[in-house]
C-alpha cells in the first residue's frame, strides 16, 4: 500500500512569512495526524483529525497554526506568520482509527528552517 | 513530570550484546503502549506494540509492560550496528492521546 505522502520535503523561509505544507494519508486511514519535531525532542502533537472533524487541537498555536482536512483525505497544515522557534521537521501521520490500538504511519516530513 | 520520560543516552552496547530500553510514564489510565525506531533525519518508524502487562516477543525485539510501575522496556537481542538509531517510546493514554518521549540514542558499536 501506497505510505502517507507529505510535501514538501525542505522549506526555508524568513521570518514573519507564512507556509503551507500537505498531507495525504493511507487509502481508508480515517485518523490524521500533524506532529511537530524540534531536532532533538520527540514529535509533539499539533492536531488530530477523525475524517474531517478535529479531535484534538489543544496543543497547536492557534494564533498562528492552523489546519484544515476537507472531505476527509489530504491536509494542510498553515503557519502565518512563521517564528523562529518553528523551525521543526513536521510529520503527518494516519492510523485506521482514533479508537485503534495500531501505531502510526508516518509521512516521510517537512523540515522547515525559519531565518 | 513528564508524561513519558526516557533516558536521552547515548546508550552504546557492543555488536551482538542485548540492548535495554527503558520508558516511564505518568498516566495510569493509560492503554496502548509503542516503541518507535528514528534514524537520523528519517521519520519515526513503529516497531512494536504492547498492550498487555507481560512482554512481547517479535524476532530479535521483546517489549516488556508494568502497568503498576508504569514502566515499559524494550529489549535488542543480538544488537547489530544497523539498530543504531534514536528510539521513542510512546503512550497512549486519555482521550486516545499519544504522547512521545524524547527518545534514547543507541549506539551498536562495531
Known amino acids: 500500500e501506497a505510505g502517507v505522502a507529505q510535501s514538501p520535503r525542505y522549506k526555508i523561509i524568513e521570518k514573519r512569512q507564512s507556509v503551507a505544507f500537505w498531507c495525504n494519508p493511507i487509502?481508508?486511514?480515517?485518523?490524521l495526524y500533524w506532529y511537530q519535531q524540534i531536532l532533538g525532542q520527540g514529535p509533539k502533537l499539533l492536531i488530530q483529525f477523525q475524517n474531517n472533524g478535529v479531535v484534538d487541537d489543544s496543543q497547536l498555536p492557534k494564533d498562528r497554526f492552523s489546519a484544515e482536512r476537507l472531505k476527509g483525505v489530504d491536509s494542510t497544515l498553515k503557519i502565518q506568520p512563521a517564528k523562529l522557534e518553528d523551525s521543526a521537521v513536521y510529520l503527518c501521520?494516519?492510523?485506521?482509527?482514533?479508537?485503534?490500538?495500531?501505531?502510526?504511519?508516518f509521512g516521510s516530513g517537512t523540515r522547515l528552517t525559519v531565518v | 513530570q513528564k508524561e513519558v520520560e526516557q533516558n536521552s543516552g547515548p546508550l552504546s552496547v557492543p555488536e551482538g550484546a542485548i540492548a535495554s530500553l527503558n520508558c516511564t510514564y505518568s498516566d495510569r489510565g493509560s492503554q496502548s503502549f509503542f516503541w518507535y525506531r528514528q534514524y537520523s533525519g528519517k521519520s519515526p518508524e513503529l516497531i512494536m506494540s504492547i498492550y498487555s502487562n507481560g512482554d512481547k516477543e517479535d524476532g530479535r525485539f521483546t517489549a516488556q509492560l508494568n502497568k503498576a510501575s508504569q514502566y515499559v522496556s524494550l529489549l535488542i537481542r543480538d544488537s547489530q550496528p544497523s539498530d543504531s538509531a534514536t528510539y521513542l517510546c510512546?503512550?497512549?493514554?486519555?482521550?486516545?492521546?499519544?504522547?512521545f518521549g524524547t527518545g534514547t540514542k543507541l549506539q551498536v558499536i562495531p
Open positions: 487509502s481508508g486511514h480515517a485518523t
Open positions: 510512546a503512550v497512549r493514554g486519555g482521550y486516545q492521546k499519544v504522547t
Open positions: 501521520a494516519s492510523s485506521l482509527g482514533g479508537q485503534t490500538v495500531y501505531g502510526y504511519t
